[in-house]
């Protein structure tokens, strides 16, 4: 049987940490930042955690 291969488009947006948690980018920080006040930019910093009834079927496009 072939190899599973990995969904591309997956695997840049999600990446797996040591502990196989599925973190993620949150939305609306990509552009037109002039528009949108400092405060709202810092909370849409960083990664967080995807929601636990998606990361089974994330984690099949990651190939894991």
Excluded: C, W, Y
Aim: charged share 35%.
């Amino acid at each position: 049987m072939p190899k599973m291969k990995t969904h591309s488009g997956a695997a840049k947006r999600f990446k797996l940490t040591g502990t196989g948690k599925v973190m993620r980018l949150r939305a609306n920080r990509q552009h037109m930042f002039e528009h949108k006040s400092s405060r709202v930019t810092r909370r849409l910093a960083g990664e967080v955690q995807v929601a636990k009834a998606d990361t089974r079927a994330i984690k099949r496009l990651l190939g894991k």
